[in-house]
């Protein structure tokens, strides 16, 4: 049984990191769908996908369709080369210092240029909301140059690399998406089967199905057990006709049932069903009943809970029913116990309530 305890844990640990790598595939899956269909960035912890729009940056791999890793990123770390996803929106507030723009680029790759901030409410800039409300499409291109205006706002200089010229748009910092994150080609592969009809169907239909299998497996496990665990209770199956190797008897009976079951077994499964029942964890018990039935029960009902000593008394007393008479029904045993059961307890709230009674005077 321990090493049948060890095989489920294990085979419930891997089925939970299934389930949660089936999840995580599910969610970047949706995530990535939607991305295609929606001209926006959706993502999780920062990270998305972005897809290749236009032919643009064949030159460096991508083909139209491919899906890419994208990472939000704060403009002020982008530098010359990095390639972004932004939208290609031209502010009309931007006019007025397009042409008075200083090229940062050197002074970034020599780490000589320094931050400065400046009020440019006056201006009234858009914002990337008006990007996206405006229709702008997502852009998929590489930085060529990093340029910075006079109230200390970036813009940079945009390029596909299969494009003979730089975009005519200079792109402002807060419309940049976010920054491509180099991925290996198993990556690329695996994304781009995973929004592929069918990579849905494996990461979304056949879990489903799965899930839904096994959990009617389970149902069906879980009811077979408990008609096992009544019949043995019932009487109408021995021990020995039951395959325990694929029941967790000892999962479908209570602390009392356990106890007036193993009474009640014949003698020859008495030693196998003390196994399953308890692990060897009532040696005690067992060795007491050996010599008395009536110290096995006694030593059980100062180990149960008070409101499972009511029902160990009633099937003590069915059991008493069946060392007696082996051969009558159970329902006729059940009937019978609970008339004796009933006489007992009214003979001791009698003697509770007239506690003088019988008394010498």
């Not at 006694?298 to 009633?314: D, E, G, I, M, T």
Request: proline share 2%; aromatic share 10%.
């Amino acid at each position: 049984m321990k090493n049948q305890t060890t095989f489920s844990k294990i085979v419930s640990i891997a089925s939970t990191i299934l389930f949660v790598v089936l999840l995580l595939l599910l969610l970047f899956a949706v995530i990535a769908n939607l991305n295609k269909k929606e001209n926006q960035i959706s993502g999780i912890f920062g990270y998305s996908f972005a897809v290749v729009q236009s032919g643009s940056m064949l030159d460096a791999g991508f083909e139209v369709g491919d899906l890419v890793v994208i990472k939000e990123t704060n403009p002020d770390t982008l530098k010359k080369g990095d390639i972004i996803v932004f939208y290609s929106y031209k502010d009309a507030a931007d006019n007025a210092v397009l042409d008075n723009l200083t090229n940062i680029t050197a002074q970034i790759d020599n780490g000589t240029y320094q931050d400065f901030v400046a009020d440019d409410s006056a201006l009234n800039r858009h914002n990337i909301n008006d990007a996206m409300n405006a229709g702008s499409m997502l852009v998929f291109h590489r930085v060529i140059d990093i340029y910075v205006d006079e109230y200390g706002t970036r813009f940079f200089e945009t390029k596909g690399d299969s494009n003979g010229a730089a975009d005519n748009t200079f792109i402002r910092e807060d419309f940049v998406c976010a920054k491509y994150l180099n991925s290996s080609p198993f990556v690329q592969g695996l994304l781009q089967f995973l929004t592929s009809p069918t990579g849905l169907v494996c990461v979304v239909v056949l879990p489903v199905a799965l899930t839904l299998i096994l959990q009617f497996s389970t149902f069906v496990g879980e009811v077979k057990s408990s008609k096992i665990a009544t019949n043995l209770l019932t009487r109408k199956v021995r021990f020995k006709d039951v395959d325990v190797s694929k029941v967790k008897l000892q999962d479908y009976l209570s602390a009392p049932e356990k106890v007036y079951l193993y009474d009640i077994a014949h003698p020859e499964d008495k030693l196998n069903l003390a196994i399953v029942l308890w692990d060897n964890s009532v040696d005690n018990a067992l060795n007491l009943y050996q010599t008395s039935r009536e110290d096995y029960y006694a030593y059980f009902a100062q180990k149960l809970k008070k409101s499972q000593v009511n029902k160990l008394k009633f099937l003590k007393i069915k059991a008493d029913l069946v060392h007696q008479n082996p051969e009558m029904l159970d329902e006729d045993i059940d009937r019978r116990a609970k008339v004796i059961y009933n006489e007992q307890k009214e003979n001791a709230n009698a003697s509770n309530a007239n506690p003088n009674n019988g008394a010498n005077h």
